[in-house]
C-alpha cells in the first residue's frame, strides 16, 4: 500500500513538467508545494536512474507516471505520445489503412477481421470476416507475451499506414471441412473515413429514419442534412433520428445539427470552466431546414457527449420528443492541448450546460470513494428545470427520455454463444453454404437454418455459465452457515433438478433472440453495416413506439406541451 501511495504522489509530479515554467510567489503555498514537489521528483529520478541497479527506460517511467496521475482525475483526460495519432482520428474520424474491424480470437489466440467496411480497400481486396491474421507484410502477427488487447493494438498499427501504401495480409480462411485456407492479400491503404450517417430510409410512407453513428467526423452535420433533404424529397413528413450506440464527438456538429430545426441564434450549449478561455456560448448560426416537422430521437445507455447535447437540446427546446432509456450522461468537454516533442494531452476544461440550463453529468470525478470507486449521482440529488414550455427534466445521470421504452433483458445464453464467438463462427459457416442471397429486405434465418445452428452449437461442445446456478451455490452455502441446510436438503434437491442445466430447452425457449443476433452477424458478411442495421430494426420496439408517437398529432403534441413531466 505505502509503494502505490509513492507511486501517486511520483505521478502527481510527473504531469505538472512541461506546462511551462511557473511563477513563484512563497505567499502563495499551491504554487511552493508544486516547485517543491518538482524538485523532489526531479531528484529522486536522477538518484533512480544513477544508482538502481538496472537501466530504467526513461520513456516508460515517465509514460506511466503521466499515466498514473491522470487516473486521478476522469477517464477522458489522456495523454498521447508522438506516435499515437488517436488525437487526429477522433477529430478528423479519419485515419490511414484498410478498412476493417478486427477482434481478437481466443480460440485460436489469433486476431481476426470481424467486419470489412463497405467500399473499403480490405473489401474490395477480397478480405472477409472469420479470416485469421497470420501474417502482415511477412511479418507473423503472434501473441506472445503481449496482452490480449496489447497483440490486438500491435496488429492494429501493423495494418494502418500512410495513404497509397501497400500490405501484404497473409490470412487462414476458415472452410466447411474445418481444414482452412490460406490466402494472400495485396492491399492498397487509404484514407479511412467513418460514415456519421451509415443508413437513413423512409420506414412509413410518410416517416423518415436517419442513423446518426458518430458526430466525431469533421462536418457530419452535411451528410444528416443530405439525408434529410433525400427523405423531404421521398415524402417524409416527420423524422426519426437514431442516437443509440452514438457516443458523441464534435460539439459545434451537434449544435450544428439541432440547428436544422430550431431558429437562427438559439443558444444550445454553454460551457463552463477554470479558465476564461473554457466559457463559451454556442448559438444556431443559420437560418433552419425545417422548424415545424415532428421529430423523435431514439437514445440509450450508450447515447453519450455529443449526442446527449443532440438530444437534450431538442428536448429542453421541447422540438422532439426522446424514446428509449436513460442516455450515458456525460457532461464533460475536452480540450486539446500540445506538448513537447509532438506529444499531446486531452484534457476536461469545462462542464456544458443545455438549453435548460442544466448540465446531464452523471458522474461527479472530484468525489472519491476510499477504495477509489466513483458511484453515479443518485436522482434523489438531483435537481428540477424546465424546458421552453414549462415541462420539467432533471440534471445529473443523462438524457431521461419522454416515452422510456423497457426492452427485453437479454438471455443469459445469447451473451455466451456471442462472447465465445459461437454466433460468429455460425455466420462465417452460413456464408459459406449461402454464397449469395436474394435481398436484404428479403433476408431471414429460416427453422432450417436454426435447425443446423443448434446442431453446430452441440458440435462445439458449448457450455455456459447459468446465473442460476451460481446463485442457488451461494444460497446453498448460506444456508449451511446459518444452520438450515440439513432441514431443506429435500427442497434444495428439487431445485437443483428443476435447474439442471439443459442446453435444448435454453436454445429452444431463447430462439426469437438468438436467431436475431444470428441474422444481424451473418447479413453484415453481405450487406455490412447497413445490413445490420436494417436486421435490427425489423423488430425494433424503440422504432416502433416512435412511429406511433408521430402518428398520432395529438399525442405528440401532448408529450411537448407544458404540465407533463418525465417521471
Do not use: W
Not at 436513460?326 to 499531446?344: A, D, E, I
Amino acid at each position: 500500500m505505502k509503494r502505490n501511495r509513492k507511486k501517486v504522489t511520483i505521478a502527481a509530479c510527473i504531469g505538472i513538467m512541461g506546462v511551462g515554467m511557473l511563477s513563484f510567489n512563497r505567499g502563495d503555498d499551491r504554487s511552493f508545494q508544486i516547485i517543491k514537489n518538482l524538485d523532489i521528483f526531479n531528484a529522486a529520478y536522477r538518484e533512480l536512474d544513477m544508482f538502481y541497479v538496472d537501466t530504467i527506460d526513461p520513456k516508460k517511467v515517465i509514460r506511466d507516471g503521466i499515466e498514473g496521475m491522470f487516473m486521478q482525475t476522469d477517464p477522458y483526460t489522456e495523454y498521447y505520445p508522438e506516435d499515437d495519432n488517436t488525437i487526429k482520428e477522433m477529430t478528423t474520424g479519419k485515419f490511414g489503412g484498410i478498412g476493417s474491424y478486427i477482434r481478437y480470437y481466443k480460440a485460436r489466440d489469433r486476431v481476426v477481421v470481424s467486419e470489412p467496411n463497405e467500399d473499403s480497400p480490405a473489401a474490395k481486396s477480397g478480405l472477409r470476416a472469420g479470416d485469421l491474421i497470420m501474417t502482415v507484410d511477412g511479418k507473423e502477427m503472434r501473441r506472445g507475451k503481449d496482452s490480449p488487447q496489447e497483440y490486438l493494438n500491435k496488429v492494429s498499427k501493423s495494418l494502418r499506414g500512410e495513404p497509397g501504401t501497400v500490405c501484404m495480409v497473409r490470412v487462414e480462411r476458415p472452410t466447411l471441412d474445418g481444414k482452412g485456407e490460406i490466402k494472400e492479400f495485396k492491399i492498397t491503404r487509404q484514407t479511412i473515413k467513418t460514415s456519421p450517417v451509415p443508413y437513413y430510409a423512409m420506414v412509413t410512407d410518410s416517416i423518415g429514419y436517419i442513423n446518426m453513428a458518430t458526430f466525431a467526423v469533421e462536418n457530419c452535420s452535411k451528410e444528416v442534412k443530405k439525408a434529410l433533404i433525400e427523405l423531404k424529397r421521398q415524402g417524409a413528413r416527420a423524422l426519426v433520428f437514431d442516437v443509440r450506440g452514438n457516443t458523441g464527438g464534435l460539439l459545434n456538429e451537434a449544435v450544428s445539427t439541432v440547428n436544422f430545426f430550431v431558429p437562427k441564434n438559439q443558444e444550445i450549449v454553454v460551457t463552463k470552466g477554470k479558465l476564461k478561455q473554457a466559457m463559451q456560448t454556442y448559438r444556431t448560426e443559420s437560418d433552419p431546414l425545417d422548424l415545424d416537422m415532428p421529430l423523435a430521437v431514439l437514445v440509450n445507455e450508450e447515447t453519450a457527449s455529443a449526442s446527449e447535447i443532440f438530444s437534450g437540446a431538442l428536448q429542453d427546446l421541447d422540438r422532439a420528443v426522446i424514446i428509449g432509456n436513460r442516455t450515458f450522461g456525460k457532461g464533460l468537454v475536452q480540450t486539446v492541448r500540445p506538448l513537447p516533442y509532438n506529444s499531446s494531452v486531452k484534457i476536461t476544461t469545462s462542464k456544458y450546460y443545455i438549453p435548460s440550463g442544466r448540465c446531464i453529468q452523471a458522474i461527479d470525478y472530484s468525489k472519491r470513494n476510499v477504495d477509489g470507486s466513483i458511484a453515479r449521482v443518485p436522482d434523489s440529488l438531483t435537481n428540477v428545470f424546465h424546458t421552453a414550455a414549462g415541462r420539467e427534466v432533471r440534471d445529473g445521470g443523462g438524457i431521461r427520455p419522454d416515452i422510456e421504452v423497457k426492452g427485453e433483458q437479454l438471455p443469459n445464453i445469447l451473451f455466451y454463444l456471442i462472447n465465445d464467438f459461437v454466433i460468429f463462427d455460425y455466420a462465417t459457416r452460413y456464408v459459406q453454404k449461402h454464397p449469395a442471397v436474394s435481398s436484404l429486405s428479403d433476408f431471414k434465418i429460416t427453422e432450417e437454418d436454426y435447425a443446423d445452428f443448434k446442431q453446430f452449437v452441440k458440435e462445439r461442445k458449448f457450455t455456459y455459465d447459468r446465473q442460476s446456478d451460481a446463485v442457488l451455490k451461494n444460497l446453498k452455502e448460506i444456508a449451511k452457515f446459518e444452520g438450515y441446510l440439513n432441514d431443506a436438503s429435500e427442497e434444495f434437491a428439487a431445485l437443483e433438478k428443476k435447474l439442471t442445466h439443459n442446453l435444448d430447452r435454453d436454445l429452444d425457449h431463447f430462439e426469437k433472440d438468438i436467431r436475431g443476433a444470428i441474422a444481424a452477424e451473418a447479413v453484415k458478411r453481405y450487406f455490412y453495416l447497413k445490413g445490420s442495421i436494417v436486421e435490427q430494426l425489423k423488430d425494433d420496439p424503440d422504432l416502433n413506439k416512435a412511429i406511433e408517437v408521430l402518428k398520432n398529432k395529438a399525442a405528440y403534441a401532448k408529450l411537448l406541451s407544458k404540465g407533463t413531466a418525465l417521471e
